[in-house]
């Protein structure tokens, strides 16, 4: 398979005591994202961390901050998410009625805008909005919290959402139980991003375990 498989490390299984020394190091580790996951407690069933926290992170690294809102209204606070630094958002389908209006307002502080689906939203959910995203984020677990078990009907999903894609310029990242166990199968059915929390801040080597995923 020669198409870039990029993997990007989930700040929610990090150190918290460190945060700026674990940025820098998986930046050093060859992380191609950091992904940043923000929970409101409202839209999840936890809370994790929001824009002042991103922003304070910043300057420790040049690394493509992907921001993943799971919080519900959204609108109101993508800016905050714009100015720390976040070079993706992504909103999920389900926070509120107006996806499309969403989207627009991201890309129109010239970040990419990406949409994320809970395991149980079909891909077809996404058919309206394909020409307003760059990126599309497959929960492989309910969202809410680190270390689930990966749940395998996304590697059809991933498989239904390549064919609708076509040839737009569009990423595919999967979010939750990616394991170098799991990534295997959804590299070989389209996906391009890979999101992995536990699989690599909790592994004794992130260089190591970054390797292990993008190359399963
Ligand atoms: C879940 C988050 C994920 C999570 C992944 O709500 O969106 O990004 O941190 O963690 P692991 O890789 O441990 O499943
Ligand atoms: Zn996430």
């Known amino acids: ?73 959204v609108d109101a606070y993508i800016e905050g998410f714009v100015e720390a630094g976040a070079a993706i958002i992504s909103a999920h389908v389900e926070a509120g009625p107006h996806l499309d209006r969403t989207l627009q307002l991201i890309r129109s502080f010239g970040v990419k805008a990406g949409v994320a689906l809970n395991p149980s939203t079909p891909i077809s959910s996404l058919e309206c909005v394909l020409d307003r995203i760059d990126l599309v ?17 996304t590697v059809n999903k991933v498989r239904r959402l390549r064919e609708l894609l076509g040839d737009r310029p569009v990423e595919i990242e999967i979010d939750g139980g990616v394991t170098k166990e799991t990534a ?6 389209g996906a391009d991003v890979l999101v992995a929390g536990t699989a690599v801040f909790r592994q004794p080597d992130y260089a190591d375990a970054i390797e292990a995923i993008r190359n399963a």
């Open 1 to 73: 398979m020669s198409r870039a498989i990029k993997v990007a490390p989930s700040l929610l299984a990090a150190d918290y005591g460190r945060l700026t020394e674990e940025v820098q190091a998986i930046t050093a580790a060859g992380a191609d994202y950091l992904h940043l996951d923000v929970m409101d407690g409202h839209f999840v069933p936890n809370i994790s961390f929001g824009a002042d926290i991103i922003k304070a992170l910043r300057p420790a690294s040049d690394i493509t901050f992907d921001v993943h809102l799971m919080i519900s209204p």
């Open 137 to 153: 984020c497959l929960m492989s677990v309910n969202p809410g919290f680190g270390g689930q078990k990966f749940i395998p009907n």
């Open 184 to 189: 295997g199968a959804l590299i070989e059915a």
